[in-house]
């Protein structure tokens, strides 16, 4: 079984929709963050949190809003969707000894039309 | 703040050729630099990690980096590639003093293994 996954894989939206991506691990670590990746810029931090009472924005919040509901779980809204959204979102996890080492997700393909 | 660069968005490269993909970093304090592959339709993976000690890093399927810090520099290299290795390959760099709470990625170079 996978240490790190998130649901859904793929997603189709319309503008203006309410948009949840969630996100579990296995590893017991106890940081977690939210990317996304469009194409020619890499990866970008949207959210992380180190622990269930600690929420940091990244470089890219807007838009954005997330939930630490356990220490396995993390969750990435987005209240209004627009188009410029469209991107592939990865989850990771880091922790333990390997604190300075980030785990990912095999992402989710979200598309907002 | 720390920054990445990688200069080469595309490598098109024949079948058991040498190969580098280049990296440089840009930071005030020192750092933890990774190289992440992503094949098609997945997530990343890990392929080395420099933390500390010798500067010639060996990773999984046959890579290697070297942390060159006069130059800020973390190429990663591979003496002969197979056409498996067409991926999407990512520096990134994590400040020391942060605990890895910056991990900040450059754009990727696009590997590409003709036969």
């Known amino acids: 079984d996978a240490d790190v996954t998130q649901t859904p894989r793929n997603r189709i939206t319309k503008t203006g929709k309410r948009i949840m991506l969630e996100c579990s691990q296995t590893k017991g670590h106890d940081r977690m963050y939210w990317y996304r990746q469009d194409p020619g810029l890499g990866l970008r931090l949207i959210y992380y949190?180190?622990?269930?009472?600690?929420?940091n924005k990244g470089e890219i919040s807007d838009g954005y809003s997330v939930s630490r509901q356990a220490q396995a779980k993390f969750s990435l809204s987005l209240e209004s969707a627009i188009p410029n959204q469209t991107a592939l979102y990865f989850c990771?996890?880091?922790?333990?000894?390997?604190?300075?080492?980030?785990?990912f997700g095999p992402g989710t393909r979200l598309t907002v039309l | 703040a720390q920054s990445v660069t990688q200069l080469d968005s595309q490598v098109p490269v024949f079948e058991e050729a040498p190969v580098e993909l280049r990296c440089n970093y840009s930071?005030?304090?020192?750092?933890?630099l990774f190289w992440y592959v992503q094949y098609p339709n997945q997530g990343l993976q890990l392929l080395l990690k420099y933390l500390s000690g010798s500067t010639l890093v060996k990773g999984i399927n046959g890579f290697e980096a070297e942390f060159n810090k006069s130059q800020t520099s973390f190429h990663l290299r591979k003496p002969s590639v197979h056409i498996s290795d067409t991926a999407e390959y990512f520096c990134a760099v994590s400040e020391m003093d942060n605990y890895g709470q910056n991990f900040v990625f450059g754009p990727g170079t696009r590997l590409s293994v003709l036969p």
């Open positions: 949190s180190f622990d269930v009472k600690d929420i």
């Open positions: 930071s005030s304090v020192s750092v933890y």
């Open positions: 990771a996890t880091s922790g333990g000894r390997a604190y300075n080492e980030q785990f």
